[in-house]
């Protein structure tokens, strides 16, 4: 009696499916400007699960954290947080966050922030498009200019 053998062969792919909650920018990044000598402070908030690890970026560079420029991120708010302490203007650019999870990753809206082309107190705080004006006006009496704010 002869048996006829046969072998089967089979395969099964398994994907693991990723479970969490990618990560979701609930607030971007703040937008804000200040005097020359300043600390800057951006913040965003951010969600996600697993806990989202979050990168800053400077001109689409990599930051990394050194005694002026401080990272920090508060779990318990999700919040995100960039301290430049002492800017200059060679901190002017394109500000990003990104952040990244075994979910997934999200990169908030970029911030531009610019130097100052005008002295003005070290208390001012503008909004991110504030234009300064000034105009200068002859005196009548004297003939000098003197610079006035308008109103």
């Known amino acids: 009696?002869?048996?006829?053998?046969?072998?089967?062969?089979?395969?099964?792919?398994?994907?693991?499916?990723?479970?969490?909650?990618?990560?979701?920018?609930?607030?971007?990044?703040?937008?804000?400007?200040?005097?020359?000598?300043?600390?800057?402070?951006?913040?965003?908030?951010?969600?996600?699960?697993?806990?989202?690890?979050?990168?800053?970026?400077?001109?689409?560079?990599?930051?990394?954290?050194?005694?002026?420029?401080v990272f920090h991120f508060d779990e318990s708010t999700g919040t995100a947080i960039l301290l430049i302490v002492d800017a200059f203007l060679e901190h002017a650019g394109q500000y990003s966050c990104k952040a990244r999870n075994s979910a997934g990753e999200a990169c908030s809206t970029h911030l531009r922030v610019t130097g100052w082309q005008l002295h003005v107190p070290s208390k001012c705080k503008f909004p991110l498009h504030t234009t300064i004006a000034f105009e200068y006006v002859q005196s009548i009496l004297g003939g000098s200019k003197e610079r006035k704010k308008p109103h």
Do not use: Y
């Open 1 to 69: 009696m002869k048996i006829n053998s046969q072998w089967h062969v089979s395969s099964v792919s398994l994907k693991k499916e990723t479970l969490g909650q990618r990560p979701t920018f609930i607030q971007p990044i703040s937008s804000c400007r200040v005097c020359s000598g300043e600390t800057v402070r951006f913040q965003a908030r951010v969600s996600g699960m697993p806990k989202p690890e979050i990168q800053w970026f400077h001109n689409e560079q990599l930051m990394l954290p050194t005694k002026d420029i």
